[in-house]
C-alpha cells in the first residue's frame, strides 16, 4: 500500500497513533457503567455524577477547533506525545482522586489530551494513503475506533463488579506508560514548514461559543429545554459560534477553515454522520436503560448484550472500508441505513418481558447496518477536500463528533424523561409497575424518533456521489507533517 508519489506510509506512526487512540476511546467507555459506583461513593446526585462525562465532552468540544492550527504548527510527535501526557496525568488525577471535584479535574485532562489525538490520527490516515485506499484505511480506524467500545462496557462491569471504578484508570497506567514511551523512542522528528499563528480572540469565541452549545444540550437532559440557565448557555454559545464562524472566514490563515462546507460530499457526508450520530446514541444509552431499570439486568449482563454488536461494528469496519473502495459510499449508505431504520423501528415497540435472545439479535443487526455507513460516508467526504483543507476537515468531523452526541444524547434522554412525566401525571401514587410502563413508553418514543432520523440520513445518502480524488499526496505526510503546496512548488 503506497501513496500516490511512490512513498510508502509510515506505518510504525499509524499503528503507535491507533494505539494510543484505542486507550482513549476505551476510556470514554469504561464509565458509563461505572457511574452509579461513583455517585454512591462520593454521595452526589444522578445529574450531578453525569458531569463525569458532561465535562469530557465540554472540554473536547473546547480543545478540537484548535487542532487544525495545531497540527500546522507542529509535528505529529510533538503532539502525539503532548496528548498522551495529557491523558496519562489526567488517568492519575481521575483513579486516585480523593473527591469528586478532583474526578472531574482529571477527566478534563484526559479530554484535552484525547482531542488533540482523535483529528490527528484520522488526518494522518487520509493523508498517508493514496485515495484509493482510503477507504480501507480508515476502515482500520473504524475498528480501533468500534473495538474499544465493545470490550468497554463488559470489561468495566466486570472490574465494577469485583474491584472498584478506581481500578478502570489504574490498569490504564501502565499501558499508557508503555505507549508513551515507544512514541518517544519510535516516532520521527519531522520539522514543519507551515508557519500557522494562534489568533486568541478565535480561541476566545471558540471556547464560548462551543463550550457553551454543549452545556446547553448536556444540560437540557436534566433541567428541560426551557430552563433558563440552558436557554442562556445556549443562546451564547450560538452567538459566540457565528461570531467565530464570521471571523474565520474573514482571516487569511483562520484557526478553522469552515471553506470545507463549500464541498458538497464533505457538507452531504458530515450532515448524514451528525444526524446518524444523534441516532447511534439511541442504542447506547437507552438501552442500557432498559435493561438495568426495567429489567433490572445488572451491569455486566448488560456489557454482555451489547458486546456482540459493539464487536461487529468493530470487526466490519475494515470490510466497509474495503467494499467502499469497490462500490463507492451511496449503495453501502442506502442498505446500511435501511438496516439501522428498520431495527431501531423494532426497539420503539419493546415490552417489559422482552427476551435477551431477541434484543441481542436485532442490536447485532443494527450494528451491521450502521458499520455499512459511517467510514464510507466519512472517507468519501474527506476525499472532497484538497490537501491543505484536511487537517480543517478532520478537526470538524471531530467537533461534529461532540456536538451531535451532545444533542443526540440530550434530544433522546428529554424526549424519554417527558414522556414518563406525562405518562405518569395520570397517577396519584403510581405503583412500581406503572412507574416502569410509563418509563419503557418514554424508551419506546425516543426509539421511534431515532428510527426516524435514520429514514432522514437514508434519504439524503441517495444523493451521495462518488467522489474524483482532488489532492495528491505530499512528501513528508506520510511522516506526520503538512506541507502547503505553494511550498512544494517553491522547492521544485
Known amino acids: 500500500m503506497s501513496s500516490q508519489n511512490g512513498q510508502r506510509p509510515d506505518y510504525r506512526l499509524i499503528i503507535i497513533l491507533l494505539s494510543g487512540a484505542f ?3 476505551l476510556s470514554n467507555t469504561f464509565l458509563n457503567v461505572a457511574l452509579p459506583s461513583i455517585k454512591d461513593e462520593f454521595g452526589v446526585t444522578t445529574s450531578t455524577v453525569q458531569w463525569v462525562t458532561t465535562a469530557y465532552m465540554l472540554v473536547s468540544g473546547i480543545v478540537v477547533p484548535t487542532t487544525a492550527f495545531l497540527m500546522q504548527k507542529f509535528s505529529a510527535r510533538k503532539l502525539f506525545l503532548t496528548s498522551k501526557l495529557l491523558f496519562l496525568t489526567g488517568t492519575i488525577v481521575a483513579g486516585f482522586s480523593p473527591t469528586f471535584s478532583i474526578l472531574i479535574i482529571g477527566r478534563m485532562l ?3 489530551g484525547s482531542a488533540i489525538l482523535m483529528p490527528l490520527l484520522m488526518n494522518v490516515m487520509i493523508t498517508s494513503f493514496a485515495p484509493e485506499k482510503r477507504g480501507t484505511a480508515m476502515g482500520v480506524f473504524s475498528l480501533v475506533m468500534f473495538f474499544a467500545p465493545a470490550i468497554g462496557p463488559t470489561l468495566s462491569g466486570f472490574v465494577v463488579q469485583t474491584l472498584s471504578w478506581h481500578w478502570l484508570f489504574y490498569m490504564m497506567i501502565p499501558v499508557l506508560l ?13 520539522g514543519n514548514k507551515y508557519n500557522a499563528k494562534l489568533d486568541i480572540p478565535s480561541v476566545i ?7 457553551g452549545i454543549l452545556y446547553g444540550f448536556s444540560a437540557a437532559g436534566n433541567s428541560g429545554w426551557v430552563s433558563f440557565d440552558v436557554m442562556l448557555t445556549l443562546l451564547i454559545g450560538i452567538i459566540a459560534v457565528y461570531i467565530y464562524v464570521m471571523r474565520q472566514t474573514r482571516m487569511e490563515s ?9 464541498y458538497p460530499m464533505y457538507r452531504l457526508s458530515a450532515i448524514i454522520i451528525g444526524v446518524n450520530n444523534m441516532a447511534l ?3 447506547m444509552i437507552l438501552m442500557p436503560i432498559f435493561l438495568q431499570e426495567i429489567q433490572d439486568v445488572s451491569p455486566l449482563e448488560t456489557g454482555l448484550l451489547l458486546l456482540p454488536g459493539a464487536l461487529i461494528m468493530g470487526l466490519l469496519s475494515p470490510v466497509s472500508g474495503k467494499l467502499f473502495d ?6 453501502l449508505a442506502v442498505i446500511g441505513l435501511a438496516m439501522a431504520a ?8 419493546l415490552e417489559i418481558d422482552t427476551g435477551f435472545g431477541y434484543l441481542l439479535t436485532i442490536y447485532a443487526i443494527r450494528a451491521v447496518g450502521l458499520t455499512l455507513v459511517n467510514t464510507p460516508v466519512m472517507t468519501n467526504g474527506m476525499n472532497d477536500l484538497p490537501s491543505k483543507l484536511t487537517p480543517h476537515g478532520s478537526s470538524l468531523n471531530s467537533m461534529l463528533q461532540q456536538v451531535s452526541g451532545a444533542v443526540g444524547t440530550a434530544l433522546l434522554i428529554t424526549i424519554m424523561q417527558n414522556w414518563t412525566n406525562f405518562r405518569l401525571s395520570s397517577f396519584v401514587n403510581p405503583t412500581a409497575a406503572q412507574t416502569n410502563q410509563a418509563m419503557l413508553d418514554g424508551i419506546n418514543l425516543s426509539f421511534f424518533i431515532a428510527s426516524a432520523l435514520l429514514v432522514i440520513s437514508m434519504l439524503l445518502s441517495f444523493m451521495l456521489k462518488r467522489v474524483t480524488a482532488k489532492q495528491t499526496i505530499q512528501p513528508g505526510l506520510a511522516r506526520g507533517r503538512i506541507i502547503e503546496p505553494d511550498t512544494l512548488n517553491k522547492k521544485k
Do not use: N
Not at 343 to 349: A, G, M, N, V
Open 254 to 262: 483562520p484557526m478553522l477553515d469552515f471553506k470545507v462546507y463549500t
Open 205 to 211: 469565541l471558540s471556547t464560548v461559543g462551543f463550550g
Open 281 to 283: 446514541f439511541s442504542g
Open 342 to 349: 428498520v431495527t431501531t423501528f423494532f426497539f420503539s415497540r
Open 23 to 25: 486507550v482513549a476511546f
Open 178 to 190: 508503555i505507549v508513551l514511551a515507544v512514541g518517544y523512542y519510535q516516532l520521527p522528528e519531522v
Open 110 to 112: 484526559q479530554a484535552s
Open 326 to 331: 469497490i462500490f463507492g459510499p451511496r449503495r
